[in-house]
C-alpha cells in the first residue's frame, strides 16, 4: 500500500484572502483520495490555459452544471470544474480562462502548514 501524505505548496497573491495569505504554505493531497471533489473545496490546479501555472482556488462547479458569473455564463463538461478566488477582485480564475479539467486539478488542500490549520 502506498501512502502519500501530499505535497506542499506556497501561497502567493491574495486570491484566496483571508482564508489563505501570500506566504503561507498548505498541503496538497490527490483530487479524488478520500472522495470526490464537492463544492465548497479548496483545491491547487495546474490549467493549461493559465501557462501551466499552479494556484489555489475554490470549487464553485461541479461537472454538467452550468454556473453564471457577472453577466457570463458556462456549461460545464463531464470533468470539468469551475474554480474563483475567495476575493474576485486579486484573483485570475475560471472567469477568465474557463473551466479546469479533472487532469489539471492537483488535489484538495488539506491543510495550511504555516501557520497550522486543518481543512476540513
Do not use: C, N
Not at 11 to 21: E, I, N, Q, T
Not at 49 to 58: I, M, N, Q, T
Not at 70 to 95: C, N, Q, T, Y
Amino acid at each position: 500500500m502506498k501512502l502519500s501524505v501530499g505535497r506542499l505548496m506556497r501561497v502567493y497573491g491574495h486570491s484566496m484572502a483571508p482564508l489563505l495569505r501570500p506566504g503561507e504554505l498548505v498541503v496538497v493531497g490527490g483530487a479524488d483520495a478520500v472522495r470526490p471533489l464537492q463544492r465548497g473545496d479548496v483545491v491547487a490546479a495546474r490549467p493549461a490555459a493559465f501557462g501551466g501555472k499552479a494556484f489555489v482556488k475554490r470549487v464553485v462547479g461541479l461537472p454538467h452544471e452550468r454556473v453564471a458569473v457577472a453577466g457570463r455564463s458556462w456549461e460545464l463538461g463531464e470533468d470539468e470544474f469551475f474554480l474563483l478566488g475567495d476575493s474576485p477582485e486579486h484573483s485570475m480564475d475560471s472567469r477568465m480562462f474557463g473551466p479546469v479539467s479533472r487532469d489539471e486539478v492537483i488535489g484538495r488542500v488539506r491543510a495550511r502548514v504555516w501557520p497550522w490549520t486543518l481543512f476540513r
